[in-house]
């Protein structure tokens, strides 16, 4: 019976065979072979091995590890004896040698990749291959990628060499974007090639201003090609994620966004447009009081290495009241621009200063960089897709982000209602769609606080799920939360340094972690909530201007010696713990 090896198998040709169930004899000559290779392939692995702790790096050494790697080219420390050896023989060679040496060892790599074309090992031992080769062959390099992917598009190894090949062999990126064309003409839902499309298309068609970005012009070609596919079958989310990336976002530049200072504790407060590391020597964040700088150890106010928000503690004496004249001044990095404020509220001791931004610039939406006539245009075309497949949530998740963009003031019904209905076609992201909402209100309300100039908020009955863009709040003096499911209070809150009332009834709370050490906290209200256990409790010790505490409706008030023992952890008026 004559054996076919699998390395001289075409492409694909282990795909989609049928497995048939053969005869005894056949079973056990199945077997035998099984046998006979198993034995074979121990065998020379173990001389290679023997070999290596021998130090022969020769052509026989190489023959074993082609044996065993051609059955299973998995095992690295095979590949890297197989490096050694080819590294050695290299030193041996000439020039025209070498590309004799690792052309053959290209040979073996694609019989290997015909075994197993999602090989770790494979792929990186082919890429350092060409790069050893002095006259690699780029173009059938290609050419190999182009037949892999035809047999399985979803070859994430395949794709990640092509990307090698194209950027090494410096071949036309024009031809790749006509390589996911023709991918994308047939089959839609390939999501790669649709994301290779989005790595090469600000390379052949770039955006005169914004980086990694695709020309105006290419942008509407670009949306034409998803609405094509959209409208063929909306159920793929291929084209709807590249619709996505397609009038994606840009983030703001790295700056300082507010500057707050605490005259009478002391204390500096610094907000950036995105989160960062400041080191704790403060390096990259200079802090001058009346332009001396003071060496200072910034910390964020709920922990971590990376944070939007950083504060100091500064030495007492260092500011001053009385001194309505006095400057402090911040500088971060090279680029980062400086920030100065003095004592603009002599009754609180506090000053600050904040950057003006619209509300595209404080909050960087899924869908904000294209001009609005590109999304108005695409908004259109959603809804009129909408019309035809109401409960497609693909459209109904676009639309949204679409209206979002456009303007969340303005378009917040209309959000809402689209939030609505996309719960009720995907029950099962149901508490996704409820942290969108959350994030939707949250950001309006601090819209509405940023356009009156106001220090209370009132979020009370909104149905959020969750907290977030808090770092947009820290001046905030007032804040309500009743009526919302939130559960806890997440260690975020810290960074609402200037909130001296929060009220948080029948919120479902089981923790309050977020109220720990706030350093202005005065009066919070946790009436009808979950919290259960004295411990649950501990963060209110933490603040130290805490003068009222309503916890009626815990259950750690109840039972016998509940409330005496909330009175004992908390010093507080015994008519105030109620």
Known sequence: MSTVRLYDLPWGALHGRVKVKGSAEQEEAKRQERERRLEQYQSC????????????????????????????????????????????????????????????????LERCLRVNPKSYGTWHQRVWALRRHPDPDWRHELQLCT????????????????RVVVREGRLPVEEELDFTQR??????????????????????????????????????HECELVQNAVFTDPNDQSAWFYHRWLLGRADRDESVSCLFVDFIDQRVAVVFTRPVHVPADGAGLVLRVDNRPLPLSWRPPHGGKHSPVWVCELPTGTLNVEFPDQTVRVTWGQDGGSMECCCTDRLRGEGWCRDSATDQQLFQGDLSVQRAAVLEAELASCKQLLELEPDNKWCLLTVLLLLWALGPLEGETECLG????????????????????SRLLLQNAV???????ARVVTLAHKGLTTLCHLDQLLLITHLDLSGNPLRKLPPALRTLLCLQVLQADDCSLEGIEGVSALPKLQEISLRGNLLSDLSDLRPLTLCLRLESANLSGNPVCGGEGGAASVRALLPLPLDLLT
């Not at 590949?79 to 070498?98: A, D, G, H, I």
């Not at 992917?149 to 794709?159: E, K, P, T, V």
């Not at 689209?418 to 076609?425: D, P």
């Not at 029950?427 to 909402?437: F, K, N, S, T």
């Open 447 to 453: 819209l509405r606080m940023e356009y009156a100039q």
């Open 45 to 108: 692995a173990q001389r290679a091995r023997s070999k290596r702790q021998d130090g022969e790096l020769d052509q026989e050494a190489l023959d074993l590890t082609a044996e065993v790697l051609i059955i299973n080219p998995d095992l690295g420390t095979f590949w890297n004896f197989r490096r050694e050896v080819l590294l050695k023989m290299e030193q041996e060679k000439s020039v025209s040698e070498r590309g004799l040496l690792f052309g053959g060892e290209l040979s073996f």
């Open 418 to 437: 689209a939030l609505g209905r996309l719960s009720g076609c995907d029950p099962l992201r149901a508490a996704h769609v409820a942290d969108l909402r």
């Open 183 to 220: 991918l994308i003409n047939t089959n839609f839902s390939n999501y790669s090639a649709w994301h290779y499309r989005s790595t090469v298309l600000p390379l052949v068609h770039p955006h005169p201003s914004l980086a990694r970005q695709p020309s105006p012009l290419a942008l509407t």
């Open 147 to 162: 037949q892999c992917l035809q047999q399985d598009g979803r070859n994430f190894h395949c794709w990640d060499h092509r």
